[in-house]
T-cell receptor, first 115, second 116 residues
Framework: AQTVTQSQPEMSVQEAETVTLSCTYDTSESNYYLFWYKQPPSRQMILVIRQEAYKQQNATENRFSVNFQKAAKSFSLKISDSQLGDTAMYFCAFTVRGGNEKLTFGTGTRLTIIP | GAGVSQSPSNKVTEKGKDVELRCDPISGHTALYWYRQSLGQGLEFLIYFQGNSAPDKSGLPSDRFSAERTGGSVSTLTIQRTQQEDSAVYLC??????????????FGQGTRLTVV
C-alpha cells in the first residue's frame, strides 16, 4: 500500500516571498507519478505540477517547482514570488502507473499568503 | 461541458435517508473517479470507471455505497441509509484515456453532504 505524508498542516508567508511545502511518500513500486494539487475555497482540485518517477530532472511550471528526491522518497513544492491567489490547501498525491491509477493523497497543507 | 459538473453543490439529509450525487464528466473522457474528502483529511478513493469495463469498487467503505455510470458518461453515487460519518465532500474526476498519471485528472467542485 502507498502512503503520502504532509507534516505541515498550516503555513503562512509574506507576499512575494518563497515558500516550500514538504511531502514524503512510501511505496515499493518503481514506476509512479507524483503530483501537487491546489484546492481553493471553491473545492475544485487543480493540478499544479506533476513529476514522473523515472525522470531525474525536477519538474517546473512557472513559479512552481519541485525537489524530487527518489531515494529519500521526498517530493517538496517550492512556490516562488508567492501571490495572494496562491492561498489555498495544497495536497501532495501519488499514483502507480498502470491499473486504475487512482490517486493517493496526503492530508494537505493550508497555505496563507499574507499581503 | 467545459468541465466536470457535479450536482447538487450542497446536500443536507436526515440520518437514514438515501441520497444520490451526480457527476457529469468532460465529454469524451473515458475514465471517471469518485473520491471522498472528510473534514481535515485528504481525498480517499471510492470507485473507478473506465469505459465499458467493470468498475473498480475497492474503495467503497460499505455496502451502503454504490455507483453506476450510464452510457459511459454521467455517473451517480448512491448512499443508502445515510449515517453522520458519511458527512463529507464527494469529489468526482475524469480523465481522457484512463489513469491519473499519463493524462490529467480534472475534478469537479464536489458535493458537500451533511447528514443531520
Amino acid at each position: 500500500a502507498q502512503t503520502v505524508t504532509q507534516s505541515q498542516p498550516e503555513m503562512s508567508v509574506q507576499e512575494a516571498e518563497t515558500v516550500t511545502l514538504s511531502c514524503t511518500y512510501d511505496t515499493s513500486e518503481s514506476n509512479y507519478y507524483l503530483f501537487w494539487y491546489k484546492q481553493p475555497p471553491s473545492r475544485q482540485m487543480i493540478l499544479v505540477i506533476r513529476q514522473e518517477a523515472y525522470k531525474q530532472q525536477n519538474a517546473t511550471e512557472n513559479r512552481f517547482s519541485v525537489n524530487f528526491q527518489k531515494a529519500a522518497k521526498s517530493f517538496s513544492l517550492k512556490i516562488s514570488d508567492s501571490q495572494l491567489g496562491d492561498t489555498a490547501m495544497y495536497f501532495c498525491a501519488f499514483t502507480v502507473r498502470g491499473g486504475n491509477e487512482k490517486l493517493t493523497f496526503g492530508t494537505g497543507t493550508r497555505l496563507t499568503i499574507i499581503p | 461541458g467545459a468541465g466536470v459538473s457535479q450536482s447538487p453543490s450542497n446536500k443536507v439529509t436526515e440520518k437514514g435517508k438515501d441520497v444520490e450525487l451526480r457527476c457529469d464528466p468532460i465529454s469524451g473522457h473515458t475514465a471517471l473517479y469518485w473520491y471522498r474528502q472528510s473534514l481535515g483529511q485528504g481525498l480517499e478513493f471510492l470507485i473507478y470507471f473506465q469505459g465499458n469495463s467493470a468498475p473498480d469498487k475497492s474503495g467503497l467503505p460499505s455496502d451502503r455505497f454504490s455507483a453506476e455510470r450510464t452510457g459511459g458518461s454521467v455517473s451517480t453515487l448512491t448512499i443508502q441509509r445515510t449515517q453522520q460519518e458519511d458527512s463529507a465532500v464527494y469529489l468526482c474526476a475524469s480523465s481522457l484515456r484512463g489513469g491519473s498519471g499519463n493524462t490529467e485528472a480534472f475534478f469537479g467542485q464536489g458535493t458537500r453532504l451533511t447528514v443531520v
